[in-house]
């Protein structure tokens, strides 16, 4: 029985068909390009002693910070276990340091010491040109249309239950 909530997919791209291409399937594609960017990305963070769950965790901490375990886990895209391991580890090298939330004093705040910025915005310049590297050839045109593309995956992801 077809599922009528959502769009016929072309038969190569839909999993559920025999004509089902793998290769040419946009999260396999999007799961090869991550793996590829991290790759080569995890051996040169490797040199500063850091992991791929403390490269998003700066990342993200160099965008907002002061911000809570809770949201800094989410935004970088860990799960809270993993992202409290790694930032124990980041208070012991003096990158971060905690706080209490202005508003809630039951929110525990994280925020970037000097050292910590000073670490993140060298590993920041690395992340750059793997990025450069990843991007080469994409007009600024073909750049947005990806960065939109990608987003209207992730808001349709967000709201739509497989069942």
Known sequence: MADTRFRELPKHLDPAKVDFDLFSSPFYLIAHADFKFHEDLDKAISKYGLDRATYRLLTVLMRRSPISIKDLAELALL?????????????????????????????????????????????????????????????????????????????????????
Not at 98 to 106: H, L, M, Y
Not at 114 to 127: D, F, H, K, N
Not at 145 to 159: A, D, E
Request: proline fraction near 1%; glycine fraction near 6%.
């Open 79 to 163: 799960k809270r276990s993993t992202a409290s391991r790694a930032l124990e580890r980041m208070r012991r090298d003096g990158w971060v340091e905690d706080g209490a939330n202005q508003v809630d004093s039951r929110i525990t705040d994280v925020h970037l010491t000097s050292a910590g910025r000073e670490l993140s915005e060298q590993v920041m310049r690395l992340g750059s040109r793997q990025l450069k590297r990843a991007v080469e050839g994409l007009s600024d045109k073909q750049m947005t249309q990806l960065v939109n593309l990608l987003q209207t995956l992730v808001q349709n992801l967000s709201k739509l239950p497989i069942e």
